[in-house]
Each structure stands twice: as C-alpha cells, then as structure tokens.
C-alpha cells in the first residue's frame, strides 16, 4: 500500500505543481459581499462562542440551548439542551415573516415540464406529508427511506420527516435494489417513499420494480408511498403501497412541527466504500442546520433577490447540504433540474441560467470538464451575464478547468469557490471566501472561519509550507457527523485512530509558500514512482493543461524496476484525433510541466472514464484494466459499458 507510514524523512506525498496565477476580488464585490475579512480573526479568538452566536441569531429555537459544545473527542454534542424544529425553520418562519410569495423552488423536469413552488406551497405539502406518514404510524425517530427522481417530493419528502422529528435516509435513485435493500436493512427504516420511475437523458428510468425487489427483503418496511411521474405500468402491492396523490392529497396542510432535541438524528447517508460495506454517516439537528446554512450565505453569498442554482442530485450530501437545508433556512430561490446536462442537448444549462436568470451556480468538476470537452459555443450562445458566484465540488478542480469555467461561464467577472468537504462533514469546510480571498485556480484555498485543519506528515506533525502530506481536521465543526450508524468503533477507526485528537478525511493535501490548501486526491490513490510519492491530481493537472486535452485519469501500475509507474488515461476535446505523436506530446507536456519524474509510462486515448454515479473516477477499475486483470466489483459505476468501450481501444496504449 502507498499509505503506510514512512520513517525514512521522505515527504509524505510530493509537490510537484506550481500555479502561479491568482485572481484578487474585485473591490465592488467585496464591498457588497456578506463575508468581510474580519470574520477569520472573530472566529479565531473563540470558535465555540462564534458558532454560539450563529446560532443563537440564525436559527428559531423552541428551548435555548445551554452548552454550546460537548466536545468528548470524538464525539461531539453541539447546542445542547436546546431545541427546535428543521422544517419550521426551513418554512413556516419564512412564511410568517411575510415571504410565503417568494419561490422557493423553480423545478425543471426533463421532459421540460415546469413547476413552481413557493414558501406557502412547500409548508402546504410538507404538512400533507407529514400528516401521510402519520397515517402510517411513522412516529418521532423512527426511520423513512426515500429512493426517488429528481422531483418537488423529494425535498417534500424530506422536509415531511423533519417536520414530525422522523429521520430519513435518502437512497440515490440510480442504486440498485440490492443497494435500496441493505440500507433500509441497516437502519430499519418503516416507510419507503419512491415514485413509478423519473426521466434521465430522454428515457423513463423505472424505481419502482427495484423497490418492489427490495422491499422483498427489508421486514422493516410496513409501508410505501410512490409518486406518479412517469406514468409507467407498475404493481400496486394492496395493503403496503399507497400512491402519493391519495394518501398525501387528501390531508389536511396542517401538521404542528415536533420540537426535537440539537442533537436529534435528522438523517443518514450512507457513503458506498468501493469495497466494504456502506456507512450510515450520521446527521443531528441544529449544528447541521448552522454549518449548512451559514456556511451558503457566506460563501455563496447569498442575497434576498439571488436565484441559486447548485446541479447536483439530492441524493449526495452536496444535495442535502445546499439544494434542501441550507438555501431552505437562509429562504433562498433556488433552481431544481431532473435531468442531465446533455439532455436533450449540451445547451439545456445554459438555457436554463438564461431563462431563469441565475446568479449562483454551483457544480462539479466533472460536468464543467464535460463541456469544456463540447467547446465553447454552447454558454456563449446563452447570455449568461447574470451570473455573480461560481462554486465547485466534489473533487480537485484542475487549474485549467477553474480558468474555463471563470472565463466562459462567469464571464471573467464571477468570482469561483472551489469547495472542499464530505458526506462525513456535513458542510463546506476549505473554500474561498469571494470578495475576501485572492483565489488560485485548483487551490480550494483555506478553511473557512472557525474551521482547523492541517496537512501532516506520516508521525502526524505539521508539514511546512511547500510539503504535501495528508489533510486532518483539528476541531470539532457544528455539521461534523456525529457517528456510523449503529456503528461507534468504525467510526474511530475509520476518522479518528491514524492521527490521534485530529480528523483524518483521507485526502493527500500540500499547502504553498502562503498556505494555501491544493487538494491532491484520496491517498489511497497516491502513486510510488521509485520512492517518489505522486499525486494523482497533479499528473491529471498537467494533462489537462496541454490544450487537446479534456480530461485525464491517471494510475500507477506494478512497475519491475520503480515499484510503480504512471498509466494515462486520456480524452481529447471534441476536435482532437489521436496520435502516437501526440500522445508522445502529451507525455512530455507533463515531464515539462512538472518534472521528468511524473512523466507517464504508458497513455491511452479514450472516448470516456468510469465513473461512481456521483462522478468520482474509479481509478480501480482504471488500474485493473491498466495492469490487465478481471475487473473487481461495478456495481457503483455510473456507466457500465464505458470499460468495455476503453478495452476495445486498448491496442492503443502507448510505451
Ligand atoms: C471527497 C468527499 C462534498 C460533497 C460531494 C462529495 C473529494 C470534494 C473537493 C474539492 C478536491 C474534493 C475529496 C473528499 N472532494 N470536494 N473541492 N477539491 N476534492 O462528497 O462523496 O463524501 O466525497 O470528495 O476527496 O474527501 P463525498
């Protein structure tokens, strides 16, 4: 393994990459921005009490809390022995305070059906909801599984479980029923929400004869609520299965949110290892709550008048986070689209921030590498000048990527955070703060206010300013995950016994010579290139730099005389042929780069890379293929024909 510790001085992880650009804010942003410098050094003088007075001014509370942190390494008890309810705060408060009018949601579906749900409206079908699973003696702290498309029920949905204190436990709509099944099963849950299927790159995508094969196996389950979306043929089990227009329509709206303690469960998510089995990363109430709120007002800041878009699916974190509690409890009008971005052409974002007027857009890396793989014609042919804040997650950005998506996408005005964090921390914890911080395109910058971490070497001291090492969280933040379902010692295990009292999140990082964070990809998937320890995302950088270049992955693979050596996988934009003469072109436009060292042995030209459904490359698959084994287990790749595709064009790797 690549990961072990190392007594013998060498640096934990190498930095290889140097970027030099930077981009100050623009000072009429940051006269305007929610976010001032000074809120770093409030943060500092006393973390614990700045998150207190967050909490105690954002947040509507039926019992104040008394103790603001609990802090019993590792786990952590924040705001306790208050009370309040997430709904409530997320709805009914807007509504008294005069804002039922204002939208919460504008959905989009794919098909390109529209609906438009205000603050009054989604109070109005959260208490029928609620008042459904009432019906179906879901009771405080009992568990709801939900396994749905893109549609207004599905934060509904959610909402409905908060409001009567039930946690939830929201299963991706694209996992199998295997997947669907082992998760109810670990938690228990006693109602399932779904629908008769969803719409995905022009195509009806069936869920419910996946439940029904799940629920064949969960005894836990005395109950399914399905949606009608498609219009789909599917099977009514008479007795357990109850079709939303009935059960839901015919409730009344009004259902008394239940005040629950802080530290109530709101929800689990379960994180698919790609091996072992998924962990129930558990949620409370009002740290969460705080995290995810605050931080989105902050870092996206966020005005009355914004129309916020983040593209992603609700059944990640980044969905729960900041489509759902955060942009709810801050009242913000959000955007919600089904379907993909390709769907039915690459234009359908960027007609969508037209049409919608969007101010803030927030995606992964992956979608903004897929259309810089289309060329630029497509946002240029939208106006897209309303757009003020760009944000990134869910894996390392590449400079060349930032520079793409600031220049054709924000229109070289928009400043970009690039945000770091995970299911396990509930909210955003590395990012740009705009109109404070001189941004680094690829650097996720530093932690926002109130946040430590640290990069460490393998004894877990501080690496210095230019090393690389691995990146370790050193106090407790309010959104933190609170455990493993069902599960305490995994749960040290996993987070808390590499680096004794400190966070390990499982990612290489380095800072530079001012210390800004650059994230370098999991550790485990760091490469040994004769003693030399490479990261991923840096070879991958230095690939996508080269202008033919779309997106890379990169692998090591057993190498007889250096222990590993560098294999390349790469897509070319959409006006790019292969050649072995640019291949041999794209090899040393790394070593140029960044050095001889991570010049990559062998490269392959690809159409497409396997990826988790949530867009993570699963560079495991790549290294089978790579060193030419049995592929391991598929069942979380998001495209199961993308390897056959690769190994077909394997005749083309080059030595
Ligand atoms: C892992 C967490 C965070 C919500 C979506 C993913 C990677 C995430 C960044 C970023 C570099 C990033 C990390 C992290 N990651 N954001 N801005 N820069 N890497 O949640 O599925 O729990 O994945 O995603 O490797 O550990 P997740």
């Given amino acids: 393994m690549t990961t072990e510790s190392r007594g013998d001085g060498n640096p934990a992880i190498e930095n290889l990459m140097a970027e030099k ?75 008294e305070a005069g804002l039922g009018d204002k939208v919460a949601y504008h959905w989009i579906g794919e098909p390109g059906d529209t609906r438009t749900l205000t603050y009054a409206d989604l109070l109005r079908e959260v208490g029928k909801a609620a008042n459904a699973l009432r019906e179906l003696g879901v009771e405080k702290g009992d568990r709801v599984a939900i396994y749905m498309p893109m549609i207004p029920e599905l934060p509904i949905a959610m909402l409905a479980c908060a409001r009567i204190g039930a946690p939830h436990t929201v299963v991706f709509g694209g996992f199998s029923a295997e997947a669907l099944a082992g998760r109810i099963n670990d938690c228990g849950a006693k109602v399932l929400i779904t629908a008769d299927g969803g719409f995905r790159r022009g195509k009806e995508v069936g869920l419910k004869h996946h439940a029904d094969e799940a629920l064949a196996a969960t005894p836990s389950i005395k109950a399914a609520i399905v949606v009608n979306r498609t219009g789909h043929d599917i099977h009514m089990v008479p007795g357990r299965d109850h079709w939303w227009h009935d059960i839901v329509e015919r409730q009344s709206p009004d259902c008394a949110p239940v005040p629950v303690d802080s530290e109530h469960m709101l929800y689990l998510l379960y994180t698919s290892g790609t091996t072992a089995k998924p962990k129930g990363i558990l949620h409370t109430t009002a740290g969460y709550l705080l995290g995810t709120s605050y931080s989105h007002e902050m870092i996206f800041d966020l005005k009355p008048d914004d129309v916020y878009w983040c593209a992603a699916d609700i059944g990640w974190v980044t969905g729960h986070s900041y489509i759902v509690y955060g942009p709810l409890a801050n009242a913000a009008t959000g955007v919600m689209y089904e379907g993909a971005p390709d769907t039915p052409t690459w234009e359908r974002w960027w007609e969508i921030v037209e049409q919608y007027r969007v101010t803030i857009l927030y995606m992964a890396p992956t979608a903004i590498r897929a259309f810089m793989k289309q060329g630029t014609h497509h946002p240029a042919a939208h106006d897209l000048t309303t757009l003020r804040v760009l944000g990134s997650v869910g894996e390392p950005i590449n400079p060349e990527a930032w520079l793409w998506y600031h220049e054709h996408v924000g229109g070289g005005r928009a400043p970009i955070v690039d945000t770091w964090w995970q299911t396990e921390t509930g909210q955003i914890l590395l990012t740009p703060l705009p109109g404070v911080t001189v941004t680094k395109p690829g650097s996720a910058t530093f932690p926002f206010p109130g946040i430590g971490a640290d990069v460490v070497d393998a004894n877990g001291d ?3 300013f230019g090393g690389g090492g691995y990146l370790v969280l050193t106090r407790p933040w309010p959104a933190m995950l609170r455990g493993i379902y069902g599960d305490p010692e995994r749960y040290r295990e996993t987070y808390w016994k590499r680096f004794p009292g400190k966070y390990f999140a499982g990612d290489g990082a380095k800072r530079d010579e001012e210390g800004y964070f650059w994230l370098l990809g999991r550790v485990d998937d760091v490469m040994n290139v004769a003693g030399h320890r490479i990261s991923t995302t840096e070879v991958e950088s230095a690939l996508v730099d080269h202008k033919s270049v779309a997106e890379a992955a990169v692998v090591g693979t057993k190498d007889d005389v250096t222990g590993q050596s560098i294999f390349a996988f790469v897509i070319l934009k959409a006006d790019q042929t292969p050649s072995d003469a640019l291949a041999v072109q794209l090899r040393e436009h790394v070593a140029y780069v960044i050095g001889p060292i991570a010049r990559p042995k062998q490269l392959m030209f690809v159409p497409d890379l396997p990826k988790t459904r949530s867009g993570k490359i699963m560079r495991r698959l790549l290294r089978d293929i790579a060193e030419g084994r049995a592929l391991g287990d598929t069942t979380t790749l998001a495209d199961a024909g993308v390897v056959d595709i690769i190994r077909e064009h394997s005749g083309r790797a080059e030595e």
């Fill in 462 to 464: 501080t690496v210095p």
């Fill in 21 to 95: 650009r930077v981009f100050p804010p623009d000072p009429a942003f940051s006269r305007q921005a929610n976010a001032q410098a000074s809120l770093y050094d409030e943060a500092e003088r006393d973390y614990v009490e700045f998150w207190a007075r967050q909490a105690r001014e954002r947040l509507t509370w039926t019992k104040p809390f008394e103790t603001a942190l609990e802090w019993d390494l590792p786990f952590a008890k924040w705001f306790v022995g208050g009370e309040l309810n997430v709904a409530y705060n997320c709805l009914d408060r807007h509504v």
